[in-house]
């Protein structure tokens, strides 16, 4: 018995990279599924196959502009409702199985929320096969011919494989099958799960055309799931105890030699055919924990990882057994990840262990966020901060996938439904900041340096060797007892060999003559054998010469063709220089576009601010011009009236003075005739002096008015019969300043439908379309004079009001009763003081009882 080597994964350590090591994006696809009733609310557009566009749904809070804002992502890739499974597989699933069989290591994993469809894509249904399915299917109708025996690859429970010779492979199976614990591969297609019968169907079976024939394959595969953040294994076989039933035991996480993670103690099972892998795959999904909510019936409460596992060995230089070198031995691998979803509790409405299953899925999903947050920042800044992969099992597990190398690929499922709006937008925001995260890409490694096409020479041999043989006669070998007799007939037949008396002297003579002639066939039969064996060595012998040459033209090209993949490596590092380049040139030329565009608006609006203050000014000049006419008449008006004003005092003052120098004049005439009639003298009477004319004043009254006016008026009318302009069916702001005082007079100024206001403000200004503003002044008799200033109210082009007076009333009241200005003598007799009061002159008032208007 041989001792068995052990194989290593060819990854290489992920903590020591080439600098110049090519990487690429993680491709990101997006998949729509259908809504499930017609007359839900959608929020998912598909712009075009690489974009979709979300509408906020009907009552939805709008943005602070209140405005909905609608978001475009972009994907590698975009799949509508109408994409069949096969269609996304092929996109999808099929480059990643095709380069596991090219010994590259491959992750896809599905995300989105609750019931978007996840496990569907993954797994399918009857008639509709997911990618699990049918990624297991392509890859053994590739790998079908060249499989390996079962047990000569064998786990070392390490993440590495051993490799057995055909002797202990053949005892290993002799052992499981005397224990029956490993079912047999069936040799056809046999009668399947009904779970899987239907769910590929035979014209949508594919298989990579690039498989290498000198190599031999053998499959394992592995099922865990991740449960509140604990690794259970779906495949292990644990002892039921009915008496006391025993919880799974969780697994734990191992970094190997080659620092690649891998769960320990995790069942791996070798399987031959598509139907024996989804039999083990069907086992562990019977195991995997799922529960009904309010949004998903079947809703996953775990992350699953079914990891198929390729390993392959080189055959020997004949072409015949497998090469017993652990150096030789490759192992790749494929994840499949079905992410359990993100939900909220306030529509899932969890209680007890299904919040705390929700709560775990949660955080799991926010560490992966966070790590490809920090590998971006860490790739686009060039920091160096730590990526917390241990917070999480599902990140820790597959570190290696964005530490190390191969390609990564994540689909994110929709629902378009609209209650499901919010948890979209946020998964599409982790899908477009996962594309910018870059993973170095698998480089192809030669595995062996033996000559190509060994299996297919060793077979032609054995074709060509059977051929020859049945040619001259077919083959005589002791396993096949049909060419032996047909051998045994070529030859002449025995006679009969009974000897009845010892005389006979014709049986033996005769069974000598058979036996010889038999010889001699026998004999003639080995010459040309060894002459067919000397010919088929000298054409081995020459096919190995030409092999041999063709062997050094291979080395000379293989050279060569190292020396050009020098130069296009190197042609290829300046490309990328030149392309960082024209990058870092395009960002620039953005920035300096969207600062000038910037410059542009800011240039646009300061003109359009500068235009539109000139014609405000330009306005405000020639409002400014308007008031200043009007400013000019009104202080040429005024200046008008207070010069009629003091002219008209200045008489009133000079004929009140007369008056009193007449009537002092009287007194001392009457003092003398007092004093000339007690002395007995009689005396003439002295004239009567003249009194002071006022004929003047009166003419001078009668042409003289209240105010001034710069319009021309209108012929004389009669105050009692002048009817006020405030007596109109106008709406009045009536002005009545805190200061006037109220003289509780019987007419009194009564504006009806007016707002009364101690201030004018432009509420009320804004309601009216007359003002009037009550004046109270002391008149030159010592009365208070009421005026009544009115105006128009009109709308300014500022959006103000503005009043523009047009009228004055002028309210004047007088006491009869009131002492006379003349002081009358107590001793005078009744005659003088009669003829005191006929020649008293008359008072100058223009104050009556009515109220009386003047025009301005």
């Known amino acids: 018995m041989?001792?068995?080597?052990?194989?290593?994964?060819?990854?290489?350590?992920?903590?020591?990279?080439?600098?110049?090591?090519?990487?690429d994006p993680v491709g990101v696809y997006c998949r729509i599924r259908p809504l499930i009733s017609e007359d839900e609310e959608c929020c998912v557009e598909m712009i075009s196959s690489t974009t979709i566009q979300l509408h906020a749904p009907d009552g939805l809070k709008a943005n602070r502009n209140g405005e909905y804002?609608?978001?475009?992502?972009?994907?590698?890739?975009?799949?509508?409702?109408?994409?069949?499974?096969?269609?996304?597989?092929?996109?999808?699933?099929?480059?990643?199985?095709?380069?596991?069989?090219?010994?590259?290591?491959?992750?896809?994993?599905?995300?989105?929320?609750?019931?978007?469809?996840?496990?569907?894509?993954?797994?399918?249904?009857?008639?509709?096969?997911?990618?699990?399915?049918?990624?297991?299917?392509?890859?053994?109708?590739s790998i079908g011919p060249f499989q390996a025996k079962r047990y000569v690859f064998k786990p070392d429970d390490k993440n590495g494989m051993e490799i057995q010779s055909q002797v202990d492979a053949l005892l290993?199976?002799?052992?499981?099958?005397?224990?029956?614990?490993?079912?047999?591969?069936?040799?056809?297609?046999?009668?399947?799960?009904?779970e899987f019968a239907d769910m590929i169907s035979p014209d949508e079976a594919c298989k990579s055309e690039s498989v290498d024939e000198d190599c031999c394959f053998s499959v394992f595969v592995s099922y865990i799931e991740i449960y509140n953040n604990y690794i259970y294994d779906l495949l292990e076989d644990?002892?039921?105890?009915?008496?006391?039933?025993?919880?799974?035991?969780?697994?734990?996480?191992?970094?190997?030699?080659?620092?690649?993670?891998?769960?320990?103690?995790?069942?791996?099972?070798?399987?031959?055919?598509?139907?024996?892998?989804?039999?083990?795959?069907?086992?562990?999904?019977?195991?995997?924990?799922?529960?009904?909510?309010?949004?998903n019936r079947e809703?996953?409460?775990?992350?699953?990882?079914?990891?198929?596992?390729?390993?392959?060995?080189?055959?020997?230089?004949?072409?015949?057994?497998?090469?017993?070198?652990?150096?030789?031995?490759?192992?790749?691998?494929?994840?499949?990840?079905?992410?359990?979803?993100?939900?909220?509790?306030?529509?899932?409405?969890?209680?007890?262990?299904?919040?705390?299953?929700?709560?775990?899925?949660?955080?799991?999903?926010?560490?992966?966020?966070?790590?490809?947050?920090?590998?971006?920042?860490?790739?686009?800044?060039?920091?160096?901060?730590?990526?917390?992969?241990?917070?999480?099992?599902?990140?820790?597990?597959?570190?290696?996938?964005?530490?190390?190398?191969?390609?990564?690929?994540?689909?994110v499922c929709v629902n378009p439904n609209a209650d499901d709006y919010e948890e979209s937008v946020l998964v599409m925001r982790f899908a477009e900041m996962t594309q910018e995260v870059e993973v170095a890409r698998p480089v192809d490694r030669p595995i062996y340096s033996l000559p190509a096409g060994r299996r297919h020479k060793n077979q032609a041999f054995k074709d060509e060797l059977s051929r020859r043989l049945a040619e001259r006669g077919g083959p005589v070998t002791a396993d096949d007892p049909g060419l032996l007799n047909q051998l045994l007939e070529s030859l002449p037949a025995l006679p009969p060999c009974e000897l009845v008396d010892p005389t006979d002297d014709q049986t033996l003579p005769r069974l000598i003559e058979v036996l010889e002639r038999r010889q001699h066939i026998r004999q003639m039969m080995k010459e040309q054998f060894n002459q067919t064996a000397n010919t088929l060595q000298s054409m081995l012998q020459q096919f190995n010469s030409q092999l041999g040459a063709k062997e050094t033209f291979l080395h000379d090209q293989q050279s060569k063709l190292n020396e050009k993949d020098?130069?296009?490596?190197?042609?290829?590092?300046?490309?990328?220089?030149?392309e960082k380049k024209s990058k870092t040139l395009e960002y620039k030329i953005d920035i300096l576009q969207k600062t000038t565009g910037m410059y542009e608006q800011d240039k646009r609006s300061l003109?359009?601010?500068?235009?539109?203050?000139?014609?405000?000014?330009?306005?405000?000049?020639?409002?400014?011009?308007?008031?200043?006419?009007?400013m000019q008449g009104v202080v040429t008006d005024t200046k008008l009236k207070w010069e009629k004003e003091c002219e008209r005092r200045v008489n009133a003052k000079q004929l009140e003075l007369q008056n009193k120098l007449w009537v002092k004049d009287e007194k001392l005439k009457q003092l003398k005739a007092i004093v000339t009639e007690s002395s007995g003298a009689p005396a003439e009477r002295p004239e009567k002096p003249e009194r002071p004319s006022r004929e003047r004043d009166r003419n001078h009254a009668q042409?003289?008015?209240?105010?001034?006016?710069?319009?021309?008026?209108?012929?004389?009318?009669?105050?009692?019969?002048?009817?006020?302009?405030?007596?109109?069916?106008?709406?009045?702001?009536?002005?009545?300043?805190?200061?006037?005082?109220?003289?509780?007079?019987?007419?009194?100024?009564?504006?009806?439908?007016?707002?009364?206001?101690?201030?004018?403000?432009?509420?009320a200004l804004s309601k009216c379309h007359k003002y009037v503003l009550r004046h109270q002044e002391l008149a030159s008799d010592g009365e208070i004079e009421t005026k009544l200033i009115k105006g128009n109210v009109f709308k300014t082009r500022g959006g103000g009001q503005a009043v523009q007076f047009t009228d004055i009333e002028t309210l004047k009241q007088e006491c009869p009763t009131a002492p006379s200005r003349k002081r009358r003598s107590g001793s005078a007799e009744g005659p003088a003081q009669i003829e005191d009061l006929e020649n008293r002159p008359p008072v100058m008032s223009s104050s009556q009882a009515y109220q009386k208007r003047r025009k301005p």
């Open 703 to 763: 042409k003289r008015s209240a105010s001034p006016s710069p319009l021309p008026t209108a012929p004389p009318v009669r105050p009692m019969h002048r009817r006020s302009h405030s007596a109109g069916g106008e709406k009045w702001v009536d002005h009545k300043p805190p200061s006037n005082l109220d003289l509780d007079t019987v007419m009194q100024p009564i504006i009806p439908n007016s707002i009364k206001v101690s201030a004018p403000n432009e509420k």
């Open 607 to 630: 003109q359009q601010e500068l235009e539109s203050r000139e014609q405000k000014l330009q306005r405000e000049l020639a409002e400014r011009r308007r008031m200043e006419q009007r």
């Open 238 to 295: 644990a002892p039921f105890d009915p008496i006391r039933p025993k919880p799974p035991q969780s697994k734990v996480l191992r970094e190997d030699q080659n620092h690649n993670m891998y769960v320990a103690g995790c069942t791996e099972v070798e399987v031959k055919s598509t139907e024996e892998a989804f039999e083990i795959f069907w086992k562990g999904q019977k195991k995997r924990r799922i529960a009904n909510t309010q949004l």
């Open 566 to 578: 020098k130069v296009i490596l190197n042609q290829r590092t300046e490309l990328e220089r030149l």
């Open 299 to 411: 809703s996953s409460r775990s992350h699953s990882v079914f990891t198929v596992k390729l390993v392959q060995a080189p055959l020997d230089a004949d072409g015949d057994h497998i090469l017993q070198d652990k150096n030789q031995v490759n192992v790749s691998q494929l994840c499949l990840v079905d992410l359990a979803g993100s939900e909220r509790t306030s529509r899932t409405r969890a209680e007890g262990s299904r919040l705390r299953e929700a709560g775990n899925i949660n955080q799991s999903l926010m560490t992966l966020r966070t790590c490809m947050e920090v590998l971006r920042e860490n790739q686009m800044c060039g920091t160096n901060k730590m990526v917390p992969y241990r917070d999480s099992k599902v990140t820790h597990l597959f570190k290696n996938y964005f530490d190390g190398e191969g390609k990564v690929r994540m689909i």
């Open 172 to 194: 290993e199976r002799q052992k499981r099958e005397s224990q029956q614990s490993v079912p047999k591969t069936p040799s056809s297609r046999q009668k399947a799960d009904p």
């Open 2 to 23: 041989q001792k068995t080597s052990k194989g290593k994964t060819p990854r290489r350590n992920g903590q020591k990279k080439a600098s110049n090591t090519e990487r």
């Open 69 to 141: 804002k609608e978001t475009q992502y972009s994907f590698k890739k975009v799949f509508g409702v109408n994409t069949t499974q096969m269609e996304l597989f092929e996109d999808v699933a099929k480059p990643l199985v095709d380069d596991l069989i090219h010994c590259k290591n491959g992750l896809l994993f599905t995300y989105g929320v609750t019931g978007s469809g996840k496990t569907f894509t993954m797994t399918g249904s009857p008639g509709e096969g997911g990618l699990l399915p049918r990624s297991l299917d392509m890859l053994f109708n």
